[in-house]
């Protein structure tokens, strides 16, 4: 038997193609990559503690006009590769 995990679809286009159940971030330092993430995550202690770190940079209106985090690409990949896993 299968186990269907959540996964990160990576996406770089408009906001139309956000699929149900999923919401989109902006990953980046300096320039910013979309990622199209299932919301599951919010409920993960480690994604809380990114977007408590994104909320102190950036508060509540963020540059990109959406949920903006600040830190590599390589860094938000491996940790959402620990909460598929989860």
Do not use: W
């Amino acid at each position: 038997m299968a186990i269907r995990m959540p996964r990160i679809i990576k996406k770089s286009s408009t906001t139309g193609d956000v699929p149900k159940g999923h919401f989109a971030v902006y990953i980046g330092e300096k320039q910013k990559k979309r990622f199209v993430i299932p919301i599951s995550f919010l409920s993960q202690p480690l994604f809380q503690d990114l977007l408590s770190q994104a909320e102190e940079e950036f508060g509540f209106d963020p540059p990109m006009g959406g949920v903006t985090i600040p830190c590599s690409e390589d860094v938000f990949v491996d940790l959402t590769s620990r909460l598929n896993r989860v």
